[in-house]
């Protein structure tokens, strides 16, 4: 039977209101992590440019992590980028940033990420508008925040892992150290217990403890390899005068060099969707500086018409100035053949 695809194109507009590098190149192999419990995970890290080790050859995985080197590396693990546009010049924490004769003097080396975690509702304060990013992570902490990532922010590739069901019952309350687990932490940690992605210790939590630097390893490459593109592969991600490789359907080659910026600013003609003989190919486009993306949130597949979901991002966070020029970009994903798509926006 010859299978029928129909387009339909529908824009949602939402209006907002809106580690340190530890001074040495990447390495998979550190001189201290042989035998250790985290090795393969930390390797693995490493080798995808996640994780660094010291100048010394090191990587001490039995170090504390602060709040902003964990921070780091969930949004450059799972490429979290900003969505808020009226975000991009807010300073969130008094302790991110120095003020000198009313302007900002000095940041946190780590200030970007932060800013992308807050605005995505990963991360929060530990007071009025502080973060303490140099205090040591706690495992009660990292637990919130891996939580939020999952089940709030839900990058694309966790979408599989959020929508799953998971065992009903409440398991917190099995640590034998369960009345020292903070009320605001203790949902999401029995959530992670139930569905087996935190575990104490001999029984315990250790909620207060600080999480060790081969503890995240471990628990980011098993997140990641929790991770799920559901058939999707990015074809292309670049400007609309660059070559699209030739695999892309030609008459969406052809539509990518037809546009123009006249035709962006009007919001017309965004979003392409053609069928090949096994697949499907889409094509997003957005006017914006060079530091602005597009990237894909999630599908939805709902009585046969699978629903792609795209987002406007930025790269824009202080303290980083994007050019004032304007750029029209061009992302191509090809994902299996089905009967209908449909193609959403969030601006």
């Known amino acids: 039977m010859k299978q029928r695809l129909s387009i339909y194109l529908t824009m949602i507009l939402i209006v907002t209101a809106l580690t340190p590098s530890h001074a040495g190149a990447n390495n998979a192999t550190f001189s201290d992590i042989d035998g250790h419990w985290a090795e393969e995970d930390i390797e693995a890290l490493a080798e995808a440019g996640i994780v660094n080790g010291y100048v010394d050859g090191t990587f001490r995985p039995n170090n504390e992590i602060t709040r902003s080197e964990f921070v780091k590396l969930v949004v450059d693990a799972f490429d979290l980028k900003s969505n808020d546009a009226g975000a991009r010049d807010t300073y969130f924490y008094e302790d991110t940033y120095t003020m000198k004769n009313g302007l900002h003097e000095t940041y946190h080396w780590a200030l970007p990420e932060i800013s992308i975690a807050t605005i995505r509702g990963i991360i929060h304060g530990t007071g009025p508008n502080t973060f303490s990013p140099d205090a040591p992570l706690t495992r009660e902490q990292l637990a919130v925040i891996f939580d939020n990532l999952i089940y709030e922010a839900t990058p694309f590739s966790l979408q599989k892992l ?91 080659r052809e539509w990518v060099e037809g546009l123009d910026y006249e035709s962006l600013e009007n919001n017309t003609n965004d979003s392409f969707a053609v069928p090949s003989e096994n697949s499907v190919y889409i094509a997003v486009s957005r006017l914006g500086s060079p530091c602005d993306d597009i990237q894909l949130k999630s599908l939805r597949d709902s009585y046969g018409t699978l629903t792609a979901l795209f987002e406007y991002t930025t790269n824009h966070v202080v303290p980083y100035v994007c050019p004032d020029s304007i750029e029209l970009h061009v992302k191509v994903i090809k994902l299996p053949l089905v009967d209908e798509v449909e193609v959403m926006i969030n601006k």
Do not use: C
Not at 226 to 251: D, W
């Open 162 to 252: 959020s929508e799953a069901g998971f065992p009903t019952g409440y398991e917190a309350h099995k640590y034998k150290d369960f009345a020292d687990i903070a009320e605001w932490s203790v949902h999401k940690v029995d959530r992670l217990t139930v569905i087996r992605f935190v575990q104490g210790y001999n029984g315990y939590f250790n909620p207060k403890q600080p999480a060790t630097r081969g503890e995240v390893a471990h628990l980011i490459n098993k997140l990641l390899g929790a991770a799920n593109n559901q058939g999707v592969t990015t074809v292309f991600s670049g400007y609309y005068y660059e070559t699209l490789p030739e695999e892309v359907p030609l008459e969406m």
